[in-house]
């Protein structure tokens, strides 16, 4: 998998959008950006994904720079229930067996 | 969307005792599963690859004789702890692939008295 590197934490205020960023600058040409978020106590739920061009769902959308080194995942009108670890992956050969780095705890109040 | 259900949601054993953990994809199939273990203020780690029909693939530092695996159908697989001890006690979470991305049990919080 590609190393990825992000913030360890985040503060975002209910209603506004959260950007959490996500560095990958070893990724090669044919890996996925992933992003998956944990809920607390919860098992991790699946967000988005993109190879390099932007990407948007009902839930997030995911920017990925024109080199591919980093991507910010956004989440356009944050909620108290958006609080969660949020994982940045690059998995290698697929989306399947991940690695999991330490995330970014993103707290969403009032 | 697809399910991944585990079982059970949280469980207490004595120390020396083993506990089965089941995941169970509802609504599709899965020849491949994967076991994570996640200990309080840490990230998951991943254990073992689960392959139904055949053995599991453990990784590195994860004892094989501990924790068993068996995939014996393409809707569940199991992971035993065989002689459960204290610091066993953690959270166990599963996951089976789909098309293009993982799907996650709700976990399976585990103390061990």
């Known amino acids: 998998d590609a190393k990825t590197t992000q913030p360890t934490s985040m503060d975002c205020a209910e209603g506004r959008a959260a950007n959490l960023p996500c560095n990958h600058s070893t990724i090669s040409g044919n890996e996925y950006v992933y992003w998956y978020r944990q809920i607390h106590s919860q098992g991790p739920q699946y967000i988005i994904h993109g190879l390099k061009n932007n990407e948007t769902n009902e839930m997030a959308s995911l920017i990925i720079t024109e080199d591919r080194k980093s991507s910010t995942l956004i989440l356009p009108h944050a909620t108290l229930r958006d609080t969660a670890v949020y994982y940045c992956i690059s998995p290698l050969g697929g989306g399947n067996k991940l690695t999991f780095g330490t995330g970014t705890q993103l707290k969403v109040e009032l | 969307g697809a399910v991944v259900s585990q079982h059970p949601s949280w469980v207490i054993c004595k120390s020396g005792t083993s506990v089965k953990i089941e995941c169970r994809s509802l609504d599709f199939q899965a020849t491949t599963m994967f076991w994570y273990r996640q200990f309080p203020k840490q990230s998951l780690m991943l254990m073992a690859t689960?392959?139904?029909?055949?053995?599991?693939?453990?990784e590195q530092g994860v004892e094989k004789d501990k924790f068993l695996i068996n995939h014996a159908s393409l809707t569940l697989s199991t992971l035993t702890v065989t002689s459960a001890h204290p610091e066993d006690s953690s959270f166990y979470i599963c996951?089976?692939?789909?098309?293009?991305?993982?799907?996650f049990g709700q976990g399976t919080r585990l103390t061990v008295v």
């Open positions: 996951s089976a692939p789909g098309d293009t991305e993982a799907f």
């Open positions: 689960s392959n139904e029909g055949s053995k599991a693939t453990y």
